[in-house]
Nanobody, 118 residues
């Protein structure tokens, strides 16, 4: 089992910045990547950014150039630095841990609300 604890959400004005954190504990060896997804009201959950243990990253087109994902290996923590925030970034952001083995278990955090006011 892997436990994910998120922090860092909140309310910010458009153009502002926030940093989300996600700390992983437990069976870290069973996961190969961590990242962030988001879900806005009435919409499906969508990928925001992911980062593998090897350092490969993937970003949604809508956040490229504004968001940056990084990892502190010693702390098993992934960060999402969000700059130039827009009202359309408002959503619940979920931390995700993807399995090393195909078909393995995926883990989700409890979610943290990000609200960007115009």
């Amino acid at each position: 089992q892997v436990q994910l604890v998120e922090s860092g959400g909140g309310l910010v004005q458009a153009g502002g910045s926030l940093r989300l954190s996600c700390a992983a504990s437990g069976s870290i060896f069973s996961i190969n990547a961590m990242g962030w997804y988001r879900q806005a009201p009435g919409k499906q959950r969508e990928l925001v950014a992911t980062r593998t243990w090897g350092g490969s990253t993937n970003y949604a087109d809508s956040v490229k150039g504004r968001f940056s994902i990084s990892r502190d290996n010693a702390k098993n923590t992934v960060y999402l630095q969000m700059n130039s925030l827009k009202p359309e970034d408002t959503a619940v952001y979920y931390c995700n841990a993807a399995p090393t083995v195909v078909g393995g278990q995926t883990y989700w955090g409890q979610g943290t609300q990000v609200t960007v006011s115009s």
